[in-house]
């Protein structure tokens, strides 16, 4: 009997000795820190581009993001399945360069890299470009004349020249001529702004870059205007006309060279997929400094894709709610319905927080049982009757996010996130449970699912939980030790010690 | 107030956990393997036959949904009958009819059902409904038992049934089980039943508890349980350990009814059975399990067993 129980302890041991000690081994060697501390966000931009290829070889060149206002650059991968694919120097910027021979089918090329902002700086010094003075028709030259000479009047100096220049684009009714100028270019209004200007003596140039937006994909480069004002460079937001760099704003590249430019394909398109994520700041410096020397870091979550490290967040958390489960079960002995079923619900609480998820997943079971009551005297086959919950779980859900919505309670649009297929048979158990062990039975093992599923979710939102699992995965390992020495306990359960109470009085 | 016992006076009582149940006993003594002829009536109740345990008479099986439209022919010439689920748990599903009116049958607590009802019943049952993890099921009927006129009284609206927990073929502890008003004529101890714990010698009461105090009466018919003596009591011990011996299961509960003219019958067998049995006798299993494991070690004479159970277990 002992054999068995030995051997479970050596391997957790094992396991957990393990965990401790990758754990250890990051946060001392390598500089990882365990408690949350500071956090910078840190951003994975996914750049997608996109190409249908024409007759012959196919040359994809990419100009790569320098460091820019205080941007930092700290990884960057290349997918080029079948390219040849070198990083050429052009003029002193870095270029990604896809070849190849021939292509028949469209095609994806990917760059990705995670940056950061260290400071919030403006854009640095630069060379001041030659003024090329635009080639304008009659017409246009009397209204670019018009324009200037207002704009000239009401303005301070070059930045606020761009400024006002860009409202007046903006809202074309406050001036004919620049609304004139506008339709007879039928061009982007920032490549509109940088004629003005040029006309106006203003050196002036293009800064692309991204806004960047968390989860958004299919986002696409945005341009922003830069003009020197006799010391220095101000960026003007050609939609606004706002000066200084918007928040959030990466800064791509400065110039009018092409970020992208193909031959031999057409259609191409540069689209960015992006994720933020908070890192502690230790582990971004970490990744900065060593993100090549060590193997442990090259297998780390942080070198998958961008969706992928968003689930893993998520995943991670799972181990942390399957041992409150396990202790609930094993050395509290609380019923619940469903052994997992609590862990499931914690998820969907961690979307729609606590007492709103409590209040939908109530109203829904509820409801659910209610209209189960009449389903159960239909005398239906079980996997119809259950079918049929599952889809009355999804009309209730879209009554009660319309209902609110309508309410004005946005809280409850989260009633997505609730798994439908556990709450069609959470209803149909506790339904036949209700039948055969009465209403009791019912609030008995559903409060205790309510009760894991909270105590779950309140372990997983800890903010302590949520860096280790993520920023120390090794540490599951010592979740995993400690589940299967739970998994040889042998000891009573404390509702044991409230069950037999009764024979202590014996004798 | 809410009164805790400490676990240190537990191990002193030798109560047996639901974790050690799981661990020590379930897990290590009752192969998976062995389950389904536990876990399905109609396999033990072959394998009951096969082995000469006696076991209630089956009238019919329903497997499929057609076979419902025969329904009255099938049930025709049987006056009361019990209609169980073939892998049903914890006495889920059991209709039982013990007459007829007119065109209608009259179940155990009188009310009257038709024909189409019991076939509805039957239709829940096939689908699942009754059975353990909710698998499409079969549905058995069976000969109703004409209990033992000796145990009247201690039973309310409902037949007593005697539980036997066998270790490697050693009956280590019995208790019977009797259905009252608030049970609702069932024989769960969780739903307010009685529970008699039995002297493994003798089959005498050792005592009687209901929602875990100590219970002179029967609270619905007044019958006295410390009078209580289960007749035939060699054969339900001989019938208990046999089963062990034909499942292959260390650790088995033996649900035992006592039939008029029959004498003891195998109801069903429980792969896991449950702990209540420590409250009606109000001792604990552990130490009397570890005595079980020396005698298994000793003998494998299946007489010798019992007898030595009797000796070990039976001085309460």
Redo the contacts between chains.
Sequence with gaps: MATPKVHIGVIAGVLILLGIGLTLYKSIVLGFPLLPGKYREVWTIESKISITPTEGPVEVDLRLPEDLAGWVVLEEHFASSGFGFTVVDDKGARVARWTRQALDAPTTLYYKLQTYRLQESELEDAAIPDIEEPMLEADQLAAMERLVGILREQSSGPASFAGLLATQLTDESQNLDASFLLGSYEDAKHLVMLEVLAFAGIPAREVRGIQLQDGRRRQTMSSLIEVYNGSSWVTIDPGTGASGLPTGFFVWERGDESVLSVSGGRNSSLEFALVENSLPARTVVGMEQRSHDYALLDFSIYSLPVEQQGMFKGLLLIPVAALIVVIMRVLVGLKTSGTFMPILIALAFLQTKLLPGLAIFIILVSVGLWIRSWLSHMNLLLVSRISAVVIVVIFLMAVLAIVSYRAGVDQALTVTFFPIIILAWTIERMSILWEEEGVKEVLRQGGGSLLVATLAYLAMSIPLVEHLTFNFPEMTLCLLGVILLLGKYTGYRLFELYRFRDLAFKE | M??????A??TE?G?L????RN??FIG?YNPRRNYRLVDDKLLTKKAAIDNDIPVPQLYGIVERQQQINGLAAMLAGYDGFAIKPSQGSGG?GILVITGRKEDCFVKSSGVEISTEEIG?HI??TL???HSLG?RNDRAMIEALISFDPCLEGYSYEGIPDIRVIAFKGIPVMAMMRCATHSSDGKANLH?GAVGVGLNIATGRSVGAVQH??LVEVHPDTGAIFSELQVPHWDNILDLAARCVEMTGLGYLGVDIVLDRNFGPMLLELNARPG?AI??AN?SGLRHRLAIALKIAEQTDDHDTKIALAKEHFGGQ
């Design positions: 809410m009164k805790f016992i400490s676990p006076k537990l009582l109560i956990g639901m974790n050690r661990i020590s290590q889920k509805r239709t829940n689908a699942g409904l909710g739903q875990g105090q702990l420590q409250v109000q």
